[in-house]
């Protein structure tokens, strides 16, 4: 069983000893961005697992260019393994190292390593959806439990390798230069399950409230969800790209129709003061906007008359100031 990756504790990033112990990490990680991008077919050679991490610490910059070349490539999988063999993966990052081998042959799952693999492959060639689709499982190693009918369980593991990721790059560096790329990288961990738990059972306010809070997000996500599909059953993996497709088309209809028709009908406002004896103020624009806020959070349904909002209004005064 491939060993945790909190046990591999990674060796005090020194200097390299030499010059040419620099240039031949560089080499090799030069060796594998060649072979990702379909202009070589030999592996790098083999270098130590020191001068890899203190390779990372003389010039973290060099180092991530050429890993973004290794993810953005045509052949991302043979990068990947190429990373593996000249021993890249283990001393840069043990996180995703502990994923290799995992589940092939021990229990009824399919090999961890092997599927991260083909979701990179099948991301969109952008950067933070390549970077998340290799880190998007790394909390599986830790939170695997197997319950007494067999069934393998990973409860947790995308809070989990959140926390990985982000401890990760304290130790590396590799993406703090860049703050939109590590905030996109660690939200799409983190959230990277959402969209597959869509059932067309979901209400408008519940799709809305899904659309609302994936906020900027929503495209990476819905595309690391396809590319998160991995199945060889065909039917399997129709029934699962057609559910994000259903997800998606519902998400551009509602925005569609709420940008021509406000979710609060019209004269809502003159409505509020004669309920509850208002003079036009201030007072009656913010309970406007809390309302707004409600409907939106799906407490409350959107294009209803203002009957409705008027009871939904008093049922909660307090919380409106009414």
């Given at each position: 069983m491939c060993p945790e990756p909190d046990s591999i504790e990674p060796a005090a990033l020194a200097a390299p000893s030499t010059t040419k112990s620099a240039d031949r990490v560089f080499d090799a990680l030069e060796a594998a961005a060649l072979v990702a991008e379909g202009q070589a077919v030999g592996i790098p050679e083999s270098t130590s697992v020191e001068d890899f991490r203190a390779a990372v610490k003389l010039d973290a910059k060099a180092v991530r260019a050429r890993?973004?070349?290794?993810?953005?490539?045509?052949?991302?999988?043979?990068?990947?393994?190429?990373?593996?063999?000249?021993?890249?993966?283990?001393?840069?990052?043990?996180?995703?190292?502990?994923?290799?081998?995992?589940?092939?042959?021990?229990?009824?799952?399919?090999?961890?390593?092997?599927?991260?693999?083909?979701?990179?492959?099948?991301?969109?060639?952008?950067?933070e959806l390549r970077w998340s689709a290799l880190f998007h499982?790394?909390?599986?190693?830790?939170?695997?439990?197997?319950?007494?009918?067999?069934?393998?369980?990973?409860?947790?593991?995308?809070?989990?390798?959140?926390?990985?990721?982000?401890?990760?790059?304290?130790?590396?560096?590799?993406f703090s230069p860049e703050p939109a790329l590590k905030e996109t990288v660690r939200f799409l961990i983190l959230h990277h399950l959402r969209a597959n738990q869509y059932s067309s059972d979901w209400t408008d306010s519940a799709v809305r409230r899904f659309a609302r809070e994936l906020g900027e997000h929503l495209d990476d996500l819905l595309c690391l969800a396809r590319a998160d599909i991995t199945t060889k059953r065909p039917e399997k993996k129709r029934r699962g790209l057609q559910q994000i497709e259903e997800l998606q088309r519902r998400i551009g209809l509602l925005a569609a129709e709420d940008a021509q028709v406000p979710a609060l009908p019209s004269g809502i406002g003159d409505a509020i003061m004669r309920a509850f004896g208002l003079p036009p103020s201030r007072k009656v624009g913010d309970v406007k906007r809390l309302l707004d806020e409600a409907v939106a959070a799906g407490e409350v349904a959107s294009h209803q008359p203002a009957e409705a909002y008027i009871e939904f209004l008093a049922a909660n005064r307090d919380r409106f100031g009414l």
């Amino acid at each position: 069983m491939c060993p945790e990756p909190d046990s591999i504790e990674p060796a005090a990033l020194a200097a390299p000893s030499t010059t040419k112990s620099a240039d031949r990490v560089f080499d090799a990680l030069e060796a594998a961005a060649l072979v990702a991008e379909g202009q070589a077919v030999g592996i790098p050679e083999s270098t130590s697992v020191e001068d890899f991490r203190a390779a990372v610490k003389l010039d973290a910059k060099a180092v991530r260019a050429r890993l973004d070349r290794v993810i953005m490539g045509e052949d991302p999988e043979r990068g990947l393994d190429a990373l593996l063999e000249a021993g890249a993966l283990a001393a840069i990052f043990p996180e995703v190292h502990a994923m290799v081998g995992f589940g092939d042959g021990e229990w009824r799952h399919k090999d961890v390593w092997k599927h991260t693999k083909q979701v990179v492959w099948q991301s969109v060639p952008r950067l933070e959806l390549r970077w998340s689709a290799l880190f998007h499982d790394i909390g599986k190693v830790k939170t695997r439990s197997i319950s007494p009918d067999g069934k393998v369980h990973f409860l947790g593991h995308a809070e989990a390798g959140t926390r990985m990721f982000d401890k990760l790059d304290r130790r590396l560096g590799l993406f703090s230069p860049e703050p939109a790329l590590k905030e996109t990288v660690r939200f799409l961990i983190l959230h990277h399950l959402r969209a597959n738990q869509y059932s067309s059972d979901w209400t408008d306010s519940a799709v809305r409230r899904f659309a609302r809070e994936l906020g900027e997000h929503l495209d990476d996500l819905l595309c690391l969800a396809r590319a998160d599909i991995t199945t060889k059953r065909p039917e399997k993996k129709r029934r699962g790209l057609q559910q994000i497709e259903e997800l998606q088309r519902r998400i551009g209809l509602l925005a569609a129709e709420d940008a021509q028709v406000p979710a609060l009908p019209s004269g809502i406002g003159d409505a509020i003061m004669r309920a509850f004896g208002l003079p036009p103020s201030r007072k009656v624009g913010d309970v406007k906007r809390l309302l707004d806020e409600a409907v939106a959070a799906g407490e409350v349904a959107s294009h209803q008359p203002a009957e409705a909002y008027i009871e939904f209004l008093a049922a909660n005064r307090d919380r409106f100031g009414l």
